[in-house]
């Protein structure tokens, strides 16, 4: 049975960096791709980032440059390090096995001052 654990979330003030991290298990996660999802309220879930098992990366426009996907295949872990937080990155963050539809239960990220 597949199962995602997300960790990391929190409140915090703009400009400020939180790590997400996320634990995977009964799945072969060093050949999966995966991805972090981000939902706010009243809006559609989106793609923030996503990581193939080769290692190569995608992110929304969003959050190029503030946003760094990766993953530590001995520890069947991946990361999303988000620096320089801004409101509109308040959101609950989904850990996603891409093209398998494995989800997270979400960790809450509030960027506030």
């Known amino acids: 049975q597949v199962r995602l654990v997300e960790s990391g979330g929190g409140l915090v003030q703009p400009g400020e960096s939180l790590r997400l991290s996320c634990a995977a298990s009964?799945?072969?996660?060093?050949?999966?791709?995966m991805g972090w999802y981000r939902q706010a309220p009243g809006k559609q879930r989106e793609l923030v980032a996503s990581?193939?098992?080769?290692?190569?990366?995608n992110y929304a426009d969003s959050v190029k440059g503030r946003f760094t996907i990766s993953r530590d295949n001995a520890r069947n872990t991946i990361y999303l390090q988000m620096n320089i937080l801004k409101p509109e990155d308040t959101a609950v963050y989904y850990c996603h096995v891409e093209y398998a539809g494995y989800w997270g239960q979400g960790t809450q990220v509030t960027v506030s001052s």
């Open positions: 009964g799945m072969f996660f060093s050949i999966s791709a």
């Open positions: 990581i193939s098992a080769g290692g190569s990366t």
